[in-house]
Protein backbone atom coordinates (compact mmCIF):
# COMPACT_ATOMS: atom_id res chain seq x y z
CA UNK A 1 0.00 0.00 0.00
CA UNK A 2 2.85 2.39 0.73
CA UNK A 3 4.59 1.89 -2.35
CA UNK A 4 1.63 2.12 -4.50
CA UNK A 5 0.34 5.22 -3.19
CA UNK A 6 3.97 6.69 -3.03
CA UNK A 7 4.04 6.24 -7.00
CA UNK A 8 0.92 5.74 -8.42
CA UNK A 9 1.52 2.53 -10.24
CA UNK A 10 0.69 -0.87 -9.36
CA UNK A 11 3.11 -3.59 -10.45
CA UNK A 12 5.58 -5.22 -8.40
CA UNK A 13 8.70 -7.38 -9.10
CA UNK A 14 10.02 -10.44 -7.12
CA UNK A 15 12.58 -12.83 -7.30
CA UNK A 16 11.69 -16.36 -8.76
CA UNK A 17 11.27 -18.68 -5.86
CA UNK A 18 10.52 -16.05 -3.22
CA UNK A 19 8.26 -16.54 -0.27
CA UNK A 20 7.05 -13.36 1.24
CA UNK A 21 3.57 -14.28 3.53
CA UNK A 22 0.25 -15.96 3.65
CA UNK A 23 -1.98 -13.17 3.55
CA UNK A 24 -3.55 -13.17 0.06
CA UNK A 25 -1.18 -9.98 -1.06
CA UNK A 26 1.88 -11.50 -0.21
CA UNK A 27 0.51 -14.81 -1.81
CA UNK A 28 0.28 -12.78 -4.72
CA UNK A 29 4.05 -11.95 -4.68
CA UNK A 30 4.91 -15.20 -3.35
CA UNK A 31 5.85 -17.40 -6.68
CA UNK A 32 7.05 -20.12 -4.09
CA UNK A 33 3.29 -19.98 -3.03
CA UNK A 34 1.54 -18.93 -6.08
CA UNK A 35 2.47 -21.37 -8.56
CA UNK A 36 0.73 -23.84 -6.65
CA UNK A 37 -2.26 -22.16 -6.19
CA UNK A 38 -3.73 -19.29 -8.37
CA UNK A 39 -0.89 -18.76 -10.46
CA UNK A 40 1.26 -15.63 -11.57
CA UNK A 41 -1.22 -12.20 -11.22
CA UNK A 42 -0.87 -9.68 -14.30
CA UNK A 43 0.59 -6.79 -12.40
CA UNK A 44 3.48 -9.37 -10.88
CA UNK A 45 7.13 -9.78 -12.59
CA UNK A 46 9.02 -12.42 -11.82
CA UNK A 47 13.30 -11.88 -11.78
CA UNK A 48 15.70 -14.75 -11.74
CA UNK A 49 17.39 -15.25 -8.37
CA UNK A 50 20.95 -13.89 -7.90
CA UNK A 51 22.26 -17.00 -7.15
CA UNK A 52 26.15 -17.72 -8.69
CA UNK A 53 26.14 -21.24 -7.74
CA UNK A 54 23.46 -22.65 -9.73
CA UNK A 55 21.68 -19.39 -11.23
CA UNK A 56 21.86 -17.76 -14.97
CA UNK A 57 24.91 -16.22 -14.33
CA UNK A 58 27.45 -18.24 -12.10
CA UNK A 59 30.54 -17.68 -10.29
CA UNK A 60 32.99 -17.46 -13.51
CA UNK A 61 30.30 -15.28 -15.43
CA UNK A 62 32.61 -11.98 -15.90
CA UNK A 63 29.82 -9.44 -14.02
CA UNK A 64 26.84 -11.57 -12.62
CA UNK A 65 25.87 -8.23 -11.00
CA UNK A 66 25.14 -6.27 -13.93
CA UNK A 67 23.88 -9.42 -15.72
CA UNK A 68 21.49 -9.95 -13.17
CA UNK A 69 19.98 -6.26 -12.75
CA UNK A 70 19.60 -6.40 -16.33
CA UNK A 71 17.43 -9.06 -15.89
CA UNK A 72 15.24 -6.61 -13.56
CA UNK A 73 15.60 -3.82 -16.70
CA UNK A 74 14.62 -5.68 -19.42
CA UNK A 75 11.16 -7.22 -17.28
CA UNK A 76 10.78 -3.64 -16.70
CA UNK A 77 10.80 -2.48 -20.47
CA UNK A 78 8.70 -5.34 -21.35
CA UNK A 79 6.08 -4.03 -18.66
CA UNK A 80 6.41 -0.45 -19.87
CA UNK A 81 5.78 -1.88 -23.73
CA UNK A 82 1.95 -3.18 -22.25
CA UNK A 83 1.25 -0.27 -20.76
CA UNK A 84 2.52 -1.17 -17.32
CA UNK A 85 4.20 0.36 -14.55
CA UNK A 86 6.20 -0.51 -11.50
CA UNK A 87 5.69 0.68 -8.21
CA UNK A 88 8.17 -1.95 -6.17
CA UNK A 89 11.00 -4.19 -6.46
CA UNK A 90 10.31 -6.48 -3.39
CA UNK A 91 12.96 -8.90 -2.14
CA UNK A 92 14.32 -10.57 0.72
CA UNK A 93 17.75 -8.92 1.62
CA UNK A 94 19.09 -12.80 1.75
CA UNK A 95 16.35 -14.77 -0.46
CA UNK A 96 15.91 -18.02 2.10
CA UNK A 97 13.22 -20.35 0.16
CA UNK A 98 15.29 -19.41 -2.44
CA UNK A 99 18.15 -21.52 -1.16
CA UNK A 100 20.09 -19.50 1.59
CA UNK A 101 21.36 -17.12 -1.49
CA UNK A 102 23.83 -14.39 -0.75
CA UNK A 103 23.43 -11.61 -4.07
CA UNK A 104 26.29 -10.46 -5.36
CA UNK A 105 27.41 -7.24 -3.58
CA UNK A 106 26.40 -4.18 -6.08
CA UNK A 107 23.42 -5.99 -7.46
CA UNK A 108 20.78 -4.06 -5.44
CA UNK A 109 22.24 -0.98 -5.85
CA UNK A 110 21.96 -1.43 -9.62
CA UNK A 111 18.77 -2.83 -9.31
CA UNK A 112 17.34 0.08 -7.37
CA UNK A 113 18.53 2.58 -9.90
CA UNK A 114 16.64 0.68 -12.88
CA UNK A 115 13.49 0.69 -10.43
CA UNK A 116 13.63 3.77 -9.52
CA UNK A 117 14.32 5.16 -12.87
CA UNK A 118 11.23 3.73 -13.70
CA UNK A 119 9.34 5.44 -10.75
CA UNK A 120 9.34 2.65 -8.48
CA UNK A 121 10.78 2.25 -4.79
CA UNK A 122 12.98 -0.59 -3.52
CA UNK A 123 11.44 -3.21 -0.61
CA UNK A 124 14.08 -4.96 1.86
CA UNK A 125 12.34 -7.79 3.44
CA UNK A 126 14.59 -8.07 6.82
CA UNK A 127 11.67 -10.54 8.66
CA UNK A 128 14.17 -13.86 8.65
CA UNK A 129 17.88 -12.03 8.55
CA UNK A 130 17.67 -9.00 10.27
CA UNK A 131 18.98 -7.57 13.94
CA UNK A 132 22.34 -8.93 13.67
CA UNK A 133 22.05 -12.43 12.31
CA UNK A 134 24.71 -11.48 9.49
CA UNK A 135 26.87 -10.73 11.41
CA UNK A 136 29.08 -8.04 10.03
CA UNK A 137 26.05 -5.69 10.01
CA UNK A 138 22.64 -5.25 11.51
CA UNK A 139 20.51 -5.40 8.65
CA UNK A 140 21.21 -8.01 5.89
CA UNK A 141 20.74 -5.29 3.24
CA UNK A 142 24.35 -4.05 4.66
CA UNK A 143 25.92 -6.71 2.98
CA UNK A 144 25.54 -4.78 -0.19
CA UNK A 145 27.96 -2.06 0.52
CA UNK A 146 27.09 1.52 3.11
CA UNK A 147 26.08 3.44 0.24
CA UNK A 148 22.97 1.22 -0.33
CA UNK A 149 19.32 2.00 1.51
CA UNK A 150 16.26 0.94 0.52
CA UNK A 151 12.94 2.79 0.50
CA UNK A 152 10.86 0.66 2.67
CA UNK A 153 12.47 -2.18 5.58
CA UNK A 154 10.12 -5.08 6.74
CA UNK A 155 11.16 -6.18 9.93
CA UNK A 156 9.52 -9.22 12.40
CA UNK A 157 10.10 -12.53 13.56
CA UNK A 158 13.43 -11.16 15.66
CA UNK A 159 12.17 -8.20 16.73
CA UNK A 160 9.89 -10.08 19.38
CA UNK A 161 11.86 -13.51 20.08
CA UNK A 162 8.94 -15.35 19.34
CA UNK A 163 6.29 -12.63 20.23
CA UNK A 164 4.29 -11.43 17.53
CA UNK A 165 5.74 -8.34 16.65
CA UNK A 166 6.30 -6.84 12.87
CA UNK A 167 7.31 -3.66 12.27
CA UNK A 168 7.90 -1.46 8.82
CA UNK A 169 10.57 1.58 8.12
CA UNK A 170 10.57 3.92 5.41
CA UNK A 171 11.11 7.53 4.69
CA UNK A 172 9.22 10.65 5.71
CA UNK A 173 8.24 11.45 2.23
CA UNK A 174 6.47 7.87 1.39
CA UNK A 175 4.85 7.79 4.64
CA UNK A 176 3.02 11.38 4.58
CA UNK A 177 2.04 10.51 0.76
CA UNK A 178 0.65 7.25 2.77
CA UNK A 179 -1.14 9.50 5.13
CA UNK A 180 -2.32 11.94 2.54
CA UNK A 181 -5.46 9.92 0.97
CA UNK A 182 -7.11 10.87 4.68
CA UNK A 183 -8.11 7.18 4.96
CA UNK A 184 -6.82 6.36 8.57
CA UNK A 185 -4.75 3.46 8.67
CA UNK A 186 -5.58 1.38 11.99
CA UNK A 187 -3.98 -1.59 13.81
CA UNK A 188 -5.96 -3.15 17.00
CA UNK A 189 -2.63 -3.88 18.27
CA UNK A 190 -0.41 -1.44 17.00
CA UNK A 191 1.94 0.38 19.17
CA UNK A 192 0.47 -1.68 21.89
CA UNK A 193 2.49 -0.79 25.03
CA UNK A 194 3.31 -4.73 25.82
CA UNK A 195 4.75 -5.43 22.15
CA UNK A 196 6.94 -2.06 22.59
CA UNK A 197 8.19 -3.31 25.97
CA UNK A 198 8.76 -6.93 24.09
CA UNK A 199 10.77 -5.31 21.43
CA UNK A 200 12.74 -2.95 23.44
CA UNK A 201 14.09 -5.97 25.89
CA UNK A 202 14.88 -7.63 22.53
CA UNK A 203 16.77 -4.75 21.50
CA UNK A 204 18.89 -4.66 24.99
CA UNK A 205 19.62 -8.32 24.97
CA UNK A 206 21.42 -7.89 21.34
CA UNK A 207 23.17 -4.93 22.32
CA UNK A 208 24.09 -5.63 25.65
CA UNK A 209 25.19 -9.82 25.17
CA UNK A 210 26.80 -8.55 21.98
CA UNK A 211 24.64 -10.78 19.88
CA UNK A 212 25.68 -9.71 16.32
CA UNK A 213 29.54 -9.74 17.37
CA UNK A 214 28.57 -13.24 18.43
CA UNK A 215 26.76 -14.13 15.24
CA UNK A 216 30.28 -13.06 13.50
CA UNK A 217 32.18 -14.95 15.07
CA UNK A 218 30.13 -18.46 15.80
CA UNK A 219 29.32 -18.18 12.13
CA UNK A 220 32.67 -17.99 11.00
CA UNK A 221 33.30 -20.82 12.95
CA UNK A 222 30.57 -22.76 11.49
CA UNK A 223 31.27 -21.76 8.00
CA UNK A 224 35.05 -22.72 8.21
CA UNK A 225 33.97 -26.48 9.82
CA UNK A 226 31.59 -27.10 6.85
CA UNK A 227 34.24 -25.78 4.51
CA UNK A 228 36.11 -28.54 5.90
CA UNK A 229 32.86 -30.87 5.12
CA UNK A 230 32.78 -30.07 1.43
CA UNK A 231 36.66 -30.94 0.45
CA UNK A 232 35.66 -34.47 2.59
CA UNK A 233 32.38 -34.92 1.20
CA UNK A 234 31.60 -34.58 -2.73
CA UNK A 235 28.23 -34.37 -1.81
CA UNK A 236 28.55 -30.91 -0.44
CA UNK A 237 28.60 -28.56 -3.45
CA UNK A 238 28.58 -25.33 -2.38
CA UNK A 239 29.03 -23.73 1.69
CA UNK A 240 27.78 -19.77 1.62
CA UNK A 241 26.29 -17.31 4.10
CA UNK A 242 27.23 -15.06 6.21
CA UNK A 243 27.36 -15.12 10.49
CA UNK A 244 24.37 -17.51 11.57
CA UNK A 245 22.65 -17.79 8.25
CA UNK A 246 24.03 -20.35 6.18
CA UNK A 247 23.72 -22.73 3.46
CA UNK A 248 24.69 -26.28 2.32
CA UNK A 249 23.74 -27.39 -1.15
CA UNK A 250 23.91 -30.90 -1.37
CA UNK A 251 24.27 -32.24 -4.92
CA UNK A 252 24.30 -35.53 -6.82
CA UNK A 253 27.46 -34.63 -9.30
CA UNK A 254 29.75 -31.81 -9.35
CA UNK A 255 29.66 -31.26 -13.18
CA UNK A 256 25.41 -30.51 -13.60
CA UNK A 257 25.17 -29.89 -10.24
CA UNK A 258 22.07 -31.58 -9.94
CA UNK A 259 20.48 -31.05 -6.64
CA UNK A 260 20.38 -33.90 -4.63
CA UNK A 261 16.79 -33.80 -2.59
CA UNK A 262 16.40 -37.48 -1.47
CA UNK A 263 20.11 -37.22 0.42
CA UNK A 264 19.02 -34.07 1.87
CA UNK A 265 15.62 -35.21 3.40
CA UNK A 266 16.90 -38.48 4.61
CA UNK A 267 20.36 -36.41 6.24
CA UNK A 268 17.63 -33.83 8.06
CA UNK A 269 15.67 -37.18 9.28
CA UNK A 270 18.61 -38.82 10.18
CA UNK A 271 19.73 -35.44 12.17
CA UNK A 272 16.58 -35.45 13.89
CA UNK A 273 17.66 -38.93 15.75
CA UNK A 274 20.39 -37.02 16.78
CA UNK A 275 18.34 -34.51 18.12
CA UNK A 276 19.66 -31.76 15.66
CA UNK A 277 16.48 -29.88 13.93
CA UNK A 278 17.82 -28.65 10.17
CA UNK A 279 15.10 -28.17 7.51
CA UNK A 280 15.80 -27.76 3.77
CA UNK A 281 14.69 -25.13 1.13
CA UNK A 282 15.59 -24.15 -2.33
CA UNK A 283 13.41 -25.25 -5.31
CA UNK A 284 15.37 -28.66 -5.11
CA UNK A 285 14.63 -28.87 -1.38
CA UNK A 286 18.57 -30.08 -1.41
CA UNK A 287 19.70 -26.90 0.50
CA UNK A 288 20.20 -27.21 3.88
CA UNK A 289 19.75 -24.44 6.09
CA UNK A 290 21.79 -22.76 9.22
CA UNK A 291 19.35 -20.35 10.68
CA UNK A 292 19.95 -20.84 14.45
CA UNK A 293 18.95 -18.82 17.50
CA UNK A 294 21.02 -16.00 18.20
CA UNK A 295 22.58 -17.94 21.75
CA UNK A 296 24.38 -20.51 19.33
CA UNK A 297 27.83 -21.34 20.37
CA UNK A 298 30.94 -22.58 19.25
CA UNK A 299 30.08 -25.99 21.12
CA UNK A 300 27.04 -26.28 19.36
CA UNK A 301 28.30 -25.57 16.07
CA UNK A 302 31.25 -28.49 16.30
CA UNK A 303 28.53 -31.06 17.34
CA UNK A 304 26.64 -30.29 14.14
CA UNK A 305 29.27 -30.44 12.14
CA UNK A 306 30.54 -33.47 13.62
CA UNK A 307 26.77 -35.35 13.25
CA UNK A 308 26.92 -34.77 10.00
CA UNK A 309 30.44 -35.67 9.19
CA UNK A 310 29.21 -39.02 10.97
CA UNK A 311 26.30 -39.30 8.77
CA UNK A 312 27.55 -38.18 5.34
CA UNK A 313 30.71 -40.70 5.91
CA UNK A 314 28.09 -43.71 6.15
CA UNK A 315 25.67 -44.47 3.32
CA UNK A 316 24.41 -40.82 2.91
CA UNK A 317 28.11 -39.78 1.57
CA UNK A 318 28.47 -43.01 -0.13
CA UNK A 319 25.58 -42.93 -2.12
CA UNK A 320 24.66 -39.89 -3.37
CA UNK A 321 21.91 -41.03 -5.69
CA UNK A 322 19.67 -41.96 -2.85
CA UNK A 323 19.45 -45.49 -3.21
CA UNK A 324 17.62 -46.31 0.19
CA UNK A 325 14.71 -48.32 0.91
CA UNK A 326 11.30 -46.87 0.52
CA UNK A 327 11.30 -46.76 4.27
CA UNK A 328 14.10 -44.27 4.06
CA UNK A 329 13.15 -42.33 1.12
CA UNK A 330 9.76 -41.54 2.24
CA UNK A 331 10.49 -40.52 5.81
CA UNK A 332 9.14 -37.74 6.90
CA UNK A 333 11.25 -34.14 6.91
CA UNK A 334 10.68 -32.23 9.44
CA UNK A 335 10.85 -28.26 9.70
CA UNK A 336 11.75 -26.05 11.82
CA UNK A 337 11.76 -22.78 12.96
CA UNK A 338 14.07 -20.14 11.78
Same mark, same amino acid.
Given at each position: ?L??????HE??? $???? !???????????????? &???????????? $??? %??? =?????????? +? /????????E?????? #?A?????K?A?? *?V???P????????? !??? *??? %???????A????I? /????????????? &??A *???QG +??F????V??????G??????????T???? +??F??????Y??????????C??? @????D %???KE??????????????? @???? #??I?????G??????? &???? /??????????? !? =? +??????? =????????????????R???????????N?E /????? $??T?D?L?????? #?????????? #?????? @?????
Amino acid at each position: RLARQYTKHEDVI $VLDH !AYHGHLTSLIDISPYK &FRNLEGQKEWVH $VAP %VPD =TYRGLYREDH +E /DSVTAYANEVKNIIE #QAHKRGRKIAAF *FVESLPSVGGQIIPP !AGY *FQK %VAEHVRKAGGIFIA /DEIQVGFGRVGKH &FWA *FQLQG +EDFVPDIVTMGKPIGNGHPIACVATTEEIA +EAFASTGVEYFNTFGGNPVSCAIG @LAVLD %VIEKEHLQAHATEVGNFLMQ @LLKE #QKIKHPIIGDVRGSGL &FIGV /DLIKDQAQRTP !A =T +EAAEHLI =TRLKEEYILLSTDGPGRNVLKFKPPMCFNME /DAKFV $VDTIDKLLTGNIG #QNSSCEWSED #QASSEM @LLTSS
